[in-house]
């Protein structure tokens, strides 16, 4: 039986990536149990193949004073946990790595930026979002989403056609680029163009050290795990929907009359579509 997260997980998950593979091992350890037992460091160590000393520093790395902490607050989480259906070890672990994304997702969120985001939008007459690969079919959500809106958006996911709208954007636009790794050559170039015309600029991208940040208006973090843009567990889009979905919210709230009247209006055309 699979358990929904306590206290002691949430702090594991969120140093995992940190900690050292023995370290590691413990921490594996106690996201994957969902039992009350004898969490005696000797008979742990002895089951896990530790040391009594790696335990502490594990405990310590978590947030807690020492061992013994943490496993007064773990089963107090075993205890007060909800139950949940039966799922796989290996669903368990995609549902893990959602949670942990989603967490470091919020742990990024910059409210205030959000709203200067939104002002942003609003002052510009059409947005350009550009992506390739799968930031593509991000640039395409975000185009679904906000032309309902009113907005006049494009997504634009060719190379060719990233370096062309670059060169012919201008002031009264708005461009945002997607690339996960910031290495995306297309997309960094396209956002170096587009702020030579004057255009503003914004960047949504995991990796806090790309050049290209000094051409932009605002760089948009979001969180990313090791091999995500490769999408071998989940969806290398996800962080950049979460974030877009912030975005949309905060960008919905102003003036939200006139945009829920937009959202009404373009949802009633969808399905007169659908009736001829």
Do not use: W
Not at 229 to 241: A, E, K, N, R, Y
């Amino acid at each position: 039986m699979n358990y929904a997260d306590g206290e002691v997980k949430q702090k594991i998950r969120r140093v995992y990536d940190n900690l050292t593979p023995v370290e590691k091992s413990v921490a594996d350890f106690f996201l994957i149990n969902t039992k009350q037992m004898d969490f005696n460091s000797k008979k742990l160590s002895k089951l896990l193949y530790v040391s009594e000393a790696t335990l502490s520093r594990f405990s310590k790395k978590c947030g807690y004073k020492g061992y013994r902490e943490l496993i007064y607050v773990y089963r107090k989480d075993l205890a007060g946990c909800v139950k949940e259906k039966d799922i796989s070890t290996l669903s368990a672990r995609v549902r893990d790595a959602y949670l942990k994304l989603l967490e470091e997702s919020y742990d990024l969120l910059d409210e205030v930026q959000m709203k200067r985001l939104a002002n942003l939008i609003n002052q510009c007459r059409r947005v350009c979002v550009y992506g390739m690969g799968s930031s593509g079919f991000a640039a395409n959500e975000f185009k679904l989403r906000f032309m309902r809106t009113g907005l006049y958006v494009e997504a634009i996911t060719d190379s060719q056609i990233i370096q062309m709208n670059s060169a012919l954007v201008n002031e009264e636009n708005l461009v945002i680029g997607i690339s996960l790794s910031g290495k995306t050559k297309e997309i960094l170039s396209g956002i170096r163009l587009a702020k030579e015309n004057n255009a503003k600029v914004v960047l949504i991208t995991a990796n806090e050290n790309v050049k290209e940040k000094e051409y932009c208006d605002e760089v948009v973090y979001v969180a990313m795990m090791k091999d995500l843009d490769g999408g071998t567990m989940i969806s290398p889009q996800f962080p950049v929907l979460v974030m877009i979905d912030i975005f949309y919210t905060y960008y919905f709230e102003n003036n939200s009359y006139f945009k829920a009247k937009k959202h009404r209006e373009t949802l009633s055309a969808l399905h007169e579509i659908q009736k001829s």
